[in-house]
């Protein structure tokens, strides 16, 4: 397997978490050290500290050293990726479904002449 399909493997292993969904939305809006973000959860720093490691695994954050404080921040080019990977599919899902538009639509018309030519011969 090459490089990027591992990261988004890994990228979507990580999001398959509904906390980890969570802690990644509320990093869009900001940065925020591992406290912070294991504030609104019933959980253990500890267990929100190993979400951000998932994640941080995953390369959809990364940590830095602001004097005391060790926030982390989201890596928007994972998500580059992901996005780039979810629109290729969403493209070909799109043709398919032009093509069977087009094909109910000559399937209708055909209906159609069939019947006024049965219509015309009574």
């Known amino acids: 397997m090459d490089e990027s399909t591992e990261r988004l493997n890994r990228a979507f292993a990580?999001?398959?978490?509904?906390?980890?969904?969570?802690?990644?939305a509320r990093l869009?809006?900001?940065?925020?050290?591992?406290?912070?973000?294991?504030?609104?959860?019933d959980m253990s720093l500890q267990a929100i500290s190993?979400?951000?490691k998932v994640l941080e695994e995953a390369g959809l954050v990364t940590r830095s050293k602001d004097a005391q404080r060790r926030p982390v921040h989201l890596d928007a080019e994972v998500f580059d990726l992901m996005s780039k990977w979810i629109e290729r599919y969403r493209r070909e899902a799109e043709e398919r479904y032009q093509r069977l538009d087009a094909l109910l639509g000559?399937?209708?018309?055909?209906?159609?002449?069939?019947?006024?030519?049965?219509e015309d011969a009574s």
Do not use: S
């Not at 990580?14 to 990644?24: G, H, I, K, S």
């Not at 000559?106 to 049965?118: H, S, V």
């Open 14 to 24: 990580a999001l398959a978490d509904p906390t980890r969904r969570e802690l990644v």
């Open 28 to 41: 869009a809006g900001a940065d925020a050290t591992v406290g912070e973000l294991a504030e609104p959860y």
């Open 50 to 52: 190993k979400h951000v």
């Open 106 to 118: 000559r399937m209708a018309d055909d209906e159609n002449k069939n019947q006024y030519r049965t």
